[in-house]
């Protein structure tokens, strides 16, 4: 499909058939990913692609563990969670609530979707240039992520619906474990890929617009066209 289009029109999937996901399909998808930019062209993105309905449950069982700690904090008011509105405020109000149902859902059958990607990176081929500044780090994954916008806008274009969630990073150690991941590699991501059911898949997106997130040469200038 045309680039623009599926930029457009590609949500977080969390309702999947059980229609099974041909290992062709998501061999294409990374064979077009994988010419994604990194930090000097290191590559150093792995991803494994898990299929065995066994992995799958245990991988499953790991993300639930740290998504029941997520949603009662969010519930609380403890994080918030965003509304989607303008200036994408935090709100507690009921659509903030369906969308934590709908993720809820998502996390409970996560175990039951046909593909899941577990995004790897080797942190040797990463440069962690905020580093020393006084706060938690944001680039050290950038090298990880344009890998894997290729692969949500690879599922877009086969049809597939997908969802992106970091809470597996937290079970880092487990996760190794489970797949055999090696020392010095980092869990970035968790991609849930499978045939999104058709009148649960919410293909018209609300997004701030342009002049909210883009400033012209200095801050609070609205961009404009």
């Not at 069982?61 to 403890?78: C, F, N, P, T």
Request: with cysteine.
């Amino acid at each position: 499909m045309e680039l623009y289009d599926a930029m457009r029109t590609n949500p977080s999937c969390r309702y999947f058939t059980d229609e099974p996901v041909d290992p062709a399909v998501i061999h294409r998808i990374l064979d077009h990913a994988r010419f994604a930019s990194s930090g000097g062209n290191r590559q150093g993105w792995r991803t494994l692609v898990v299929r065995d309905p066994d992995l799958k449950a245990a991988v499953a069982a790991l993300h639930r563990k740290q998504w029941d700690a997520y949603i009662g904090h969010a519930r609380e008011g403890v994080v918030g969670y965003n509304d989607g509105g303008v200036n994408g405020r935090m709100a507690a109000d009921d659509l903030a609530q369906r969308r934590l149902t709908r993720t809820d859902d998502f996390s409970a059958s996560l175990a039951s979707v046909p593909v899941l990607l577990v995004h790897c990176v080797d942190l040797a081929t990463l440069a962690v240039t905020d580093r020393e500044l006084d706060r938690q780090s944001i680039v050290g994954g950038g090298s990880l992520y344009t890998f894997v916008q290729n692969v949500l806008l690879g599922c877009r274009n086969e049809g597939l619906g997908s969802a992106l969630t970091t809470l597996l990073a937290a079970e880092e150690p487990a996760v190794a474990e489970l797949l055999g991941m090696p020392a010095g590699f980092a869990v970035g991501a968790l991609v849930a890929v499978g045939w999104p059911v058709p009148d649960k898949q919410y293909t018209k997106l609300s997004r701030c617009p342009v002049e909210e997130i883009a400033f012209a040469d200095r801050w609070g200038v609205p961009f404009t066209g």
